[in-house]
Structures are given as C-alpha cells and as structure tokens.
C-alpha cells in the first residue's frame, strides 16, 4: 500500500513519523518525571502528617505522665501507700479514705480527668487499695506489665488492654510511689479511656480518601 502512494505523500508520512516519535518520547518523558514529582511531593505531605501526628499523640500523653507524677509525689498518695506496705490494708483504713477522697475529687475535675476511666493505687501485692471510682479495692493487677515496670521504679506508658472491671479498653500511666526515704512502697496509675488517642488520631486525613491509624508494636 505505501508503494502505491505518491512520492509527496509518502514525504509526509515519512516526516511525520519521524516528527512523532521524539514527540511521543518526549510526552512519556514529561508524563514520567511529573508523575514522579507528584509522588515525591504526596510522599513528603505524608512523612510531615506522620510526624506531626506523632509529636501530638506524644505531647498528649507526656501531659498525662506529669498528671500520673504529681499523684504520686502527693502527700496523701505516700502515706496511704506507706501505711498498707507497713500495716496492711485493714490497719490503714483512714489513710486510705483519705487517697480515695483525694483520686474522687481528681475524677470529678474537668480538665484532669477528661481523658480518664479511673486512676488507681496498688501495694506490692499487686491489689488495689484506692482508687478514684469504686468496685476496684482488692483487684489484682500485679500480673499487668504496667505494675511490673513502675514497682521497679519506672514511670511507663502501658500496653493497651481491657480494664479488669469494666472491660473497656484503656491505655495505662504508672509510677512508683517513694517514700521520703526513696523506698517504693506501691505505684499509682492513670487509666486512660484508648478513645481519646482514638478521636486524636481518627481526626487527622491525609488527602481526600486518606485516613491515620496507629500501631501498638
């Protein structure tokens, strides 16, 4: 077929192929290096939403540690804490009213406990002797790691578990409770409600159909 045409017309078809294949290259270059560009740029939007989302999850929580710490160093906290490790629970009663009075006014003002389900105090057993709602008094959390971590002396973020009481989900702070002569004598901890890490995070979009979510690694 391309024998039969004329001579001119064969000039053009020549000449436009050998237009259009630099031009078609040039189009999938160009094509390329701006999709490429874009992806960078979605890539580099993506790592800043991360970080930024990972320094507020943070901030939220070191707000909570502070909370959890100045508990602990107070000084109903110490004696009522002081009193079951030397005398045990039942010798130590007035003590402990007084730390549940102290947790239950906590519980009740807004902007301490807003993100709280409840915040307990346990001995060296392990059993919780005060705590800021009743129907915790005697439960066992020495078997939680959380515990384990602050009677060593460490201040923690928990794993994320299932409150032995209600069942709900939270996520614990934990510190140890000093006497003034530095022995620890129980811990005290925050149990945070996991929905307020939840809303912190669920708020955050990326693009149109993007979403955030965390991992407990």
């Given at each position: 077929m391309f024998k039969n045409l004329k001579l001119g017309t064969k000039l053009i078809l020549v000449g436009l192929i050998i237009l259009l294949i630099p031009l078609a290259t040039v189009g999938y270059m160009a094509v390329k290096e701006a999709t490429s560009g874009l992806t960078s740029i979605?890539?580099?939007?993506?790592?800043?939403?991360?970080?930024a989302l990972a320094v507020g999850v943070d901030n939220a929580l070191n707000g909570e540690i502070k909370v959890v710490l100045d508990l602990s160093v107070g000084d109903s906290t110490v004696k009522a804490a002081e009193a079951v490790a030397k005398n045990g629970f039942d010798q130590a009663k007035n003590e402990v009213a007084t730390l549940n009075h102290k947790l239950k006014v906590f519980s009740q003002t807004k902007g301490l406990s807003?993100?709280?389900?409840v915040v307990i105090a346990a001995g060296l057993d392990g059993k919780i002797f005060s705590?800021?709602?009743d129907g915790y008094a005697g439960v066992y959390i020495a078997n939680r790691q959380y515990f384990k971590d602050a009677i060593t002396g460490r201040v923690n973020i928990g794993d994320a578990a299932l409150n032995k009481v209600t069942n709900e989900p939270f996520v614990p702070i934990a510190a140890p409770i000093y006497t003034e002569k530095g022995t620890i004598v129980g811990i005290i901890s925050n149990t945070l409600s996991i929905g307020f890490l939840s809303e912190l995070v669920a708020s955050t979009k990326v693009g149109k159909t993007g979403y955030a979510y965390m991992m407990d690694k």
């Amino acid at each position: 077929m391309f024998k039969n045409l004329k001579l001119g017309t064969k000039l053009i078809l020549v000449g436009l192929i050998i237009l259009l294949i630099p031009l078609a290259t040039v189009g999938y270059m160009a094509v390329k290096e701006a999709t490429s560009g874009l992806t960078s740029i979605e890539n580099e939007q993506l790592v800043g939403v991360t970080k930024a989302l990972a320094v507020g999850v943070d901030n939220a929580l070191n707000g909570e540690i502070k909370v959890v710490l100045d508990l602990s160093v107070g000084d109903s906290t110490v004696k009522a804490a002081e009193a079951v490790a030397k005398n045990g629970f039942d010798q130590a009663k007035n003590e402990v009213a007084t730390l549940n009075h102290k947790l239950k006014v906590f519980s009740q003002t807004k902007g301490l406990s807003d993100n709280s389900q409840v915040v307990i105090a346990a001995g060296l057993d392990g059993k919780i002797f005060s705590a800021s709602k009743d129907g915790y008094a005697g439960v066992y959390i020495a078997n939680r790691q959380y515990f384990k971590d602050a009677i060593t002396g460490r201040v923690n973020i928990g794993d994320a578990a299932l409150n032995k009481v209600t069942n709900e989900p939270f996520v614990p702070i934990a510190a140890p409770i000093y006497t003034e002569k530095g022995t620890i004598v129980g811990i005290i901890s925050n149990t945070l409600s996991i929905g307020f890490l939840s809303e912190l995070v669920a708020s955050t979009k990326v693009g149109k159909t993007g979403y955030a979510y965390m991992m407990d690694k």
